[in-house]
């Protein structure tokens, strides 16, 4: 069986750096950091009070507010992503779609949390009297929703479902959504990912862990990877969302190609319930997969979006991994941490990432690893890579590699390249 070729006709965000594609892209390429004060609640007692937000969001600017009591705020991110994407891609306004082969894959590390926690939290309340529940709390809280909303929104009848592993979450999705189409199963699916877990349940969850940065006196500076000073990752939130399609289906209509998606490969550590494995043994899988699956060596590839979380462990094995799978090549390459900006968006943040690195490849530039100052350097990380430290760099970008990891050992490569006839 010959497999079809898939790629990407549509783009949408909401993200700490913009509420758009365009804007979120200027701003990662000007070094902007999208971290600030904590503002979703009083976050004053926390040994972390910043984070990455989206700024002014208005769900009623596209939802009723009808609509608006049904959806959590990451389920609300999401289906302004989908729009976005949908509307650039052109799907909507072609009349001749079958819509029984659009399908629908929106991934979350979590889902609803902050659902979650205001109806605990009433329960508490009103214990007494008996458990009395929203009759939406369930609904709004599963981490598939989002999915199922923008299907039933523009009426896609394809694949839909929505992928659950921690911070690969949204990598997983886009794997998915390549593989349903370059099978046969659909001709074009939405896809991505949506988080919103920047409320004391998620921050304390984390602070807990150790998982977080405390930078308080510097919320801006936070998130620094690959620099000796790092002490944890800066939440994000928001949504991404990608159209994958069929590259016949996409000529057939004119719509645009921003790039080709090559390849996906997955592993597991089977290591700890959060650490990466030392080594990166399940990074180097993952990386080697998706480079089988996509038919191409190491040399072909030109720019690497890492995990890059910025924590201490996680930064170094991940940097082994890339030198066990690229070699002497690997300092040919362009590494970076959009992290460093973006902050990390958990079940969100590779479908960001696989945004990044299909702009990347499409305008032949690579978005820096800012926060990163003179005489910070761990003796760990080999400083002749370049890690596009604190300023855009233009180059030829043939094809952008993009690594997911989660907890539970979970790990997830995406590759994207120039699309060519």
Same mark, same amino acid.
């Given at each position: 069986?010959?497999?079809?070729?898939?790629?990407?006709?549509?783009?949408?965000?909401?993200?700490?750096?913009?509420?758009?594609?365009?804007?979120?892209?200027? /701003?990662?390429?000007?070094?902007?950091?999208?971290?600030?004060?904590?503002?979703?609640?009083?976050?004053?007692?926390?040994?972390?009070?910043?984070?990455?937000?989206?700024?002014?969001?208005?769900?009623?600017?596209?939802?009723?507010?009808?609509?608006?009591?049904?959806? @959590?705020?990451?389920?609300?991110?999401?289906? $302004? %992503? %989908?729009?976005?994407?949908?509307?650039?891609?052109?799907?909507?306004?072609? #009349?001749?779609?079958?819509?029984?082969?659009?399908?629908?894959?929106?991934?979350?590390?979590?889902?609803?949390?902050?659902?979650? #926690?205001?109806?605990?939290?009433? $329960?508490?309340?009103? #214990?007494? =009297?008996? &458990?009395? $529940?929203?009759?939406?709390?369930?609904?709004?809280?599963?981490?598939?929703?989002?999915? *199922?909303?923008?299907?039933?929104?523009?009426?896609?009848?394809?694949?839909?479902?929505?992928?659950?592993?921690?911070?690969?979450?949204? =990598? /997983?999705?886009?794997?998915?959504?390549?593989?349903?189409?370059?099978?046969?199963?659909?001709?074009?699916?939405?896809?991505?990912?949506?988080?919103?877990?920047?409320?004391?349940?998620?921050?304390?969850?984390?602070?807990?862990?150790?998982?977080?940065?405390?930078?308080?006196?510097? &919320?801006?500076?936070?998130?620094?990877?690959?620099?000796?000073?790092?002490?944890?990752?800066?939440?994000?939130?928001?949504?991404?969302?990608?159209?994958?399609?069929?590259? #016949?289906? %996409?000529?057939?209509?004119? !719509?645009?190609?921003?790039?080709?998606?090559?390849?996906?490969?997955?592993?597991? @550590?089977?290591?700890?319930?959060?650490?990466?494995? &030392?080594?990166?043994? *399940?990074?180097?899988?993952?990386?080697?997969?998706?480079?089988?699956?996509?038919?191409?060596?190491?040399?072909?590839?030109?720019?690497?979006?890492?995990?890059?979380?910025?924590?201490?462990?996680?930064?170094?094995?991940?940097?082994?991994?890339?030198?066990?799978?690229?070699?002497?090549?690997?300092?040919?390459?362009?590494?970076?941490?959009?992290?460093?900006?973006?902050?990390?968006?958990?079940? !969100?943040?590779?479908?960001?990432?696989?945004?990044?690195?299909?702009?990347?490849?499409?305008?032949?530039?690579?978005? &820096?690893?800012? =926060?990163?100052?003179?005489?910070?350097?761990?003796?760990?990380?080999?400083?002749?890579?370049?890690?596009?430290?604190?300023?855009?760099?233009?180059?030829?970008?043939?094809?952008?590699?993009?690594?997911?990891?989660?907890?539970? *050992?979970?790990?997830?490569?995406?590759?994207?390249?120039?699309?060519?006839?």
């Amino acid at each position: 069986m010959e497999l079809k070729r898939v790629v990407v006709t549509g783009l949408g965000a909401v993200t700490p750096l913009g509420n758009d594609v365009e804007t979120t892209w200027s /701003n990662a390429l000007a070094g902007v950091s999208g971290a600030g004060p904590i503002t979703h609640f009083d976050a004053s007692k926390f040994k972390t009070q910043f984070a990455c937000e989206v700024k002014n969001f208005d769900a009623s600017s596209f939802l009723d507010r009808k609509k608006i009591r049904t959806l @959590d705020l990451y389920a609300q991110y999401a289906m $302004y %992503a %989908a729009k976005q994407a949908i509307e650039n891609s052109g799907l909507e306004s072609d #009349e001749k779609l079958n819509r029984d082969r659009v399908g629908v894959i929106i991934a979350a590390g979590i889902g609803g949390l902050h659902t979650f #926690e205001e109806e605990a939290g009433y $329960y508490a309340k009103n #214990e007494e =009297n008996g &458990p009395k $529940y929203n009759p939406f709390f369930i609904p709004k809280m599963i981490a598939d929703i989002a999915s *199922g909303h923008v299907s039933m929104e523009y009426g896609f009848h394809g694949p839909n479902f929505g992928t659950v592993s921690a911070c690969a979450s949204s =990598n /997983n999705a886009i794997i998915d959504a390549f593989n349903l189409i370059r099978l046969g199963k659909a001709d074009a699916i939405v896809t991505g990912g949506a988080e919103a877990a920047i409320f004391p349940a998620g921050v304390g969850g984390f602070n807990s862990m150790h998982a977080l940065s405390t930078r308080n006196d510097s &919320p801006e500076t936070a998130s620094r990877p690959f620099s000796k000073s790092r002490d944890g990752f800066v939440m994000g939130e928001g949504s991404v969302v990608l159209i994958l399609e069929e590259l #016949e289906h %996409a000529k057939a209509r004119g !719509a645009k190609i921003y790039a080709e998606v090559a390849g996906g490969g997955l592993s597991a @550590d089977a290591y700890h319930l959060t650490a990466t494995h &030392p080594e990166g043994l *399940g990074a180097i899988l993952a990386m080697r997969n998706a480079l089988e699956d996509a038919n191409m060596k190491p040399e072909d590839i030109d720019y690497i979006n890492v995990h890059g979380t910025s924590t201490p462990v996680g930064d170094v094995s991940e940097i082994k991994a890339i030198m066990e799978v690229f070699g002497k090549h690997a300092y040919d390459l362009n590494i970076s941490s959009t992290k460093s900006m973006t902050g990390h968006l958990l079940g !969100a943040t590779g479908a960001l990432e696989a945004m990044f690195s299909v702009k990347s490849v499409l305008e032949d530039v690579v978005p &820096p690893t800012i =926060n990163h100052e003179e005489g910070d350097d761990d003796e760990n990380i080999d400083y002749n890579l370049n890690f596009t430290f604190n300023k855009a760099q233009n180059r030829p970008v043939r094809a952008a590699l993009s690594n997911s990891f989660g907890f539970g *050992g979970h790990n997830a490569t995406v590759i994207v390249k120039k699309y060519e006839e």
